[in-house]
């Protein structure tokens, strides 16, 4: 959707707030897309109300967004999925790319007017599906998806196209979902038996083996096919499982079990430069000292043992609630 709403809007850094219109009423952006700006604002601006130029046809970052979605469709229609999804993916971070302050194009505005465009679309469509259709059930969103039950009664992507001139796309038809209060966490399994998970914290890089492994098991395929057949059954086991394995954490940590605590418990992230040119106090600046302190002082011994580019094993460990060491 995003893309879409970046074509559709015409928005564009020359095209936000320009001169040539700054009088023009037409030109204000609508007042509900005005109030999602307002209530997601985390800074101050010189304007109270944007407008979006009248007079230009198009935008710069909207005709390349045009530009590949076109790209992206022909290849979809030959049915090139990779070199497709490619596309889709640039059109998707292209838009980020305008929030990041290292950027050489720079305009936290881009983001700001494409997000609430969307959020305010993806809230109209919430209101005609409850609207039109009783059994309809708005159950997940966020700024560029949304997650229904039921919604037979209306063509969702083509009302959005119609009302709104953007571009929806069914994603996938889920057998059984999990949904988490945390945005973008969820697991589940689609139609076609797959298994789909999307950012949930226990599966992340800067989690331990042990959570990886923990959670990889709660969430495998057969236990979901369980939740279908047998839901009471399956939360049993999962359960049981959640306590097992809390009891072992607890029980070889006692014990002083230090395979379990070197390899199941500690995290390894690559360093892009080396440990002692980090300032901020965190595992890089911490593991330094530490390297430091194994190498007796040796500055110019301890920093050939601390190169960038390179792969480093570190833990965490809670020195009080809400705060930890490296």
């Not at 063509?155 to 196209?161: F, L, S, T």
Request: hydrophobic share 35%; glycine share 6%.
């Amino acid at each position: 959707m995003y893309p879409s709403v970046c074509i559709q809007y015409k928005i564009s850094s020359e095209t936000i707030n320009c001169s040539c219109c700054k009088y023009d009423k037409d030109a204000l952006i609508p007042q509900q897309v005005q109030d999602e700006v307002d209530s997601s604002s985390k800074g101050s601006r010189n304007w109270k109300h944007y407008w979006i130029c009248k007079k230009k046809e198009s935008g710069k970052l909207s005709e390349i967004m045009g530009k590949l979605m076109k790209e992206k469709d022909q290849f979809k229609e030959k049915g090139l999925i990779f070199p497709s999804k490619a596309k889709k993916l640039i059109m998707n971070s292209g838009y980020g790319a305008f929030g990041y302050v290292k950027f050489a194009y720079f305009d936290p505005r881009v983001c700001e007017l494409i997000t609430a465009y969307s959020r305010y679309i993806i809230k109209e469509i919430s209101k005609l599906l409850v609207n039109s259709d009783q059994n309809s059930k708005v159950i997940y969103g966020d700024t560029d998806s949304i997650f229904v039950t039921g919604g037979d009664s209306i063509d969702i992507i083509a009302e959005a196209k119609n009302r709104f001139g953007v571009r929806f796309e069914l994603d996938k038809v889920w057998k059984i979902l999990f949904l988490f209060n945390e945005k973008k966490q969820y697991f589940g399994m689609t139609a076609d038996g797959k298994l789909e998970t999307k950012t949930l914290t226990g599966l992340k890089d800067d989690k331990t083996k042990f959570c990886n492994m923990a959670t990889s098991h709660l969430i495998r395929k057969d236990l979901l096919e369980m939740f279908i057949e047998k839901p009471k059954e399956a939360l049993r086991q999962a359960v049981k499982y959640t306590r097992s394995i809390f009891h072992e954490l607890e029980d070889r940590l006692r014990n002083g079990d230090l395979d379990f605590i070197i390899i199941q418990l500690s995290l390894t992230e690559l360093a892009s430069k080396a440990l002692y040119d980090y300032s901020s106090d965190d595992w890089h600046t911490r593991a330094y000292k530490e390297i430091l302190e194994d190498c007796n002082g040796d500055e110019e011994l301890a920093k050939k043992k601390s190169q960038g580019e390179k792969e480093y094993t570190y833990w965490k460990i809670l020195t009080s609630i809400g705060s930890c060491q490296n």
